[in-house]
Structures are given as structure tokens and as C-alpha cells.
């Protein structure tokens, strides 16, 4: 498709948001971006058991990634794995780390990690999204009025 950009992204979410991602997948495309996607979900299982393991696979699937991008769902929040993802990827200042609010997520805390570290929070838009996966950094809540960001943004040195 002409105006295609591509994307190779990591995608952080709940294993119970799994189908969140293929739907955030085909709704870019249908919005001009291809998304190489290294993150892990039912049809890129992960079966290691031993949490050091399971850190290094996550670490390099991470790091090959120029973007990542964070489902917002009503329990990300808690979900401890998601939160040292962000975290692991903050490592890279010149590593895009994209909130993007889960459909309906209205009334939902975003990560600590998130809040802190992210270039951008959008809601679940594939223009927004495209946007900030090129670059904008705009905060949106979960219907798209702007709100604040909420930390200084991250200079590489």
C-alpha cells in the first residue's frame, strides 16, 4: 500500500489482553502502518518457566524494537510484568514508549512505570496512534482530550 510505514515495535500487554493485539495490529494497518511485532502472546508463546529466562528473552525482543507500545487495560496497572517491560525499555533513551488506552478505558490507572516514562499516551485511535509511533508526543485520556504530560521528557545524551 503506498504510504505504508513500518514499525518494528514491541507490543507490552496482559496475557489476557492477547486479542487486543491483533486488533491494535489491524487497526494501524488499516491506518498505513505495517507493525513488526516482537512481543509475546498466544501465537508467540514464551514456556519458560525460570523468571531470569523469561527477563532475557523479554530483554532482547525489547531491545531489537525502536517502539513500544503499552496496552491500557483496566488491570495493566498490577500486572508486574508490563511494569519492568516499560521499565527494561526506558534503558534505551531513544526508545519511543507509547500508552495506548484499551477500548473502554475509561476510569483506568495507567502503570507507574507508564506515567513516568512514556513519550506518549493516546487513546485507542489508529490516526493518534500512527502519530505518536512517528514521532508526536501528544497525552490523551481514553477519549482524547489532552491532558498534561506527566513527566520531563527523556534526552539521550
Known amino acids: 500500500m503506498p504510504g505504508t510505514h513500518n514499525h518494528n515495535v ?3 500487554h496482559r496475557h489476557e489482553d492477547d486479542a487486543l493485539v491483533s486488533q491494535l495490529k489491524d487497526l494501524l494497518r488499516r491506518h498505513g502502518s505495517e507493525v513488526r511485532d516482537s512481543s509475546v502472546t498466544t501465537t508467540t508463546p514464551n ?3 525460570a523468571e531470569s529466562y523469561i527477563k532475557e528473552i523479554l530483554a532482547d525482543r525489547i531491545q531489537w524494537a525502536g517502539k513500544m507500545i503499552v496496552v491500557i487495560s483496566p488491570e495493566t496497572k498490577h500486572h508486574e510484568w508490563v511494569s519492568w517491560e516499560i521499565a527494561h525499555a526506558n534503558r534505551f533513551p531513544d526508545k519511543r514508549i507509547i500508552g495506548v488506552w484499551a477500548p ?3 476510569g483506568v490507572d495507567m ?3 507508564l506515567d513516568e516514562f512514556a513519550d506518549a499516551v493516546v487513546p485507542w485511535d489508529g490516526p493518534a496512534i500512527v502519530a505518536a ?4 508526543d501528544n497525552w490523551q485520556g481514553p477519549d482524547g482530550t489532552q491532558v498534561p504530560p506527566r513527566s520531563i521528557k527523556r534526552l539521550s545524551c
Open 111 to 113: 502503570p507507574a512505570e
Open 47 to 49: 514456556r519458560a518457566k
Open 133 to 136: 509511533l512517528e514521532g508526536a
Open 104 to 106: 473502554g478505558a475509561t
Open 10 to 12: 514491541f507490543i507490552s
